[in-house]
């Protein structure tokens, strides 16, 4: 298992380790709902070193990046961040990643910390003669989210960037004479900030991040609450909504996949009517739909449960999952989870579960 730079500082500060895509990762500290209440409510921190940045520079960078992944980065400024999909052959999901435009021939790819080595090899090899360079530089970046209410004005205390950078923009700033990518991004579904700094930083700017933001409540967080916080802003996450045999189309992803430019996969997705769709849904009582569980539609078994949890914001259960096109299930409509034998009602509704709070 790899460690990130932050392991010891985890350890010390009690967390609770586990084995994640083949790193030791902190799942908790003080616990999901105290977490969850801070990144709600107050700040954050929370250790993504383990995702992979991939730097693709050159003449024809442009054309290669728009070539291997679904959305359109040709009007993309320096600055801007793009969310995105990288698709096989057949239409279907080798990750999704944010692409980030350094320069006019310089970007920035991060993946999902799973699957780096493995994106780096696919772009790698298809390269066709372009004059691009790819480069996994992973090991030699630290990444932190900081993300909550007061995430930017603890973050600025420490670090100096425009506090007005809009959702999915970046700039760059200095830490003890360190250069650091500062992104209006996050996973959390609240505003925040993170940050990309050498791997030799990480750790001093981790240290001062948390002092920074005693005062305000920062708590550190761990994978536990990172996930109870995406699901309930609707995120997709790889291996749950997203994987090797799912299409970005049947993801609910239509808005980053542009027609408009050619993409490996773009032939597949062309014209494809999705057999089955995501739903997202809520349930009374106490039971905890998981991954892999049953949907089910008039009592007979229609799709699957991607992601489920206990939502502290709605105080109830709540999933998503994919279901048969076919079955007409929208939004208001009826439908049960298959809990351990057990078929528990549920209430389909749309996505997301809470309002966002991102800056926009």
């Not at 586990?18 to 030791?24: Q, S």
């Not at 910390?113 to 994106?119: C, F, H, M, P, R």
């Not at 949907?295 to 994919?322: E, M, R, W």
């Amino acid at each position: 298992m790899k460690r990130t730079v932050l392991y010891d500082r985890h350890v010390a500060l009690g967390a609770r380790i586990v084995p994640f895509g083949g790193w030791d990762m902190p799942v908790q500290y003080a616990g999901v709902l105290a977490e969850h209440e801070a990144v709600r409510h107050r700040a954050g921190l929370f250790d993504v070193c383990h995702m992979g940045e991939v730097f693709i520079s050159g003449p024809d960078s442009t054309a290669f990046i728009n070539s291997i992944q679904t959305n359109n980065v040709a009007g993309m400024a320096a600055g801007q961040v793009l969310y995105s999909v990288m698709c096989d052959e057949k239409g279907n999901a080798l990750d999704d990643l944010l692409v980030y435009r350094l320069g006019p021939q310089s970007w920035l790819l991060i993946v999902n910390a799973g699957n780096s080595d493995k994106d780096y090899a696919w772009m790698a090899s298809h390269t066709d003669g372009s004059r691009v360079t790819v480069q996994n530089r992973s090991a030699d970046f630290g990444l932190l989210a900081l993300q909550g209410p007061k995430a930017v004005a603890i973050a600025a205390a420490v670090i100096a960037f425009p506090q007005e950078l809009k959702y999915y923009h970046f700039a760059l700033a200095s830490f003890e004479g360190a250069e650091v990518l500062v992104s209006r991004t996050g996973y959390t579904g609240e505003d925040g900030v993170e940050l990309m700094a050498p791997a030799g930083k990480t750790a001093a700017l981790w240290d001062a991040l948390m002092t920074a933001g005693k005062d305000d409540g920062i708590a550190p967080c761990g994978l536990a609450v990172r996930d109870l916080l995406r699901i309930e802003a609707g995120y997709s996450l790889y291996g749950h909504e997203l994987d090797a045999d799912i299409d970005p189309l049947t993801a609910g992803l239509r808005w980053v996949v542009k027609m408009d430019h050619e993409f490996i996969g773009k032939g597949a997705l062309e014209g494809l009517i999705p057999a089955r769709k995501k739903i997202a849904f809520t349930l009374e009582g106490k039971n905890i739909p998981r991954q892999g569980f049953s949907l089910l539609v008039d009592g007979v078994p229609a799709g699957t449960v991607t992601s489920g949890t206990f939502s502290p914001s709605l105080q109830k259960p709540i999933g998503i999952g994919y279901i048969a096109a076919d079955k007409g299930v929208s939004p208001g409509g009826a439908i049960a989870v298959d809990i351990r034998g057990k078929q528990v009602s549920a209430r389909v509704c749309k996505l997301p579960f809470i309002n966002s709070g991102v800056f926009k």
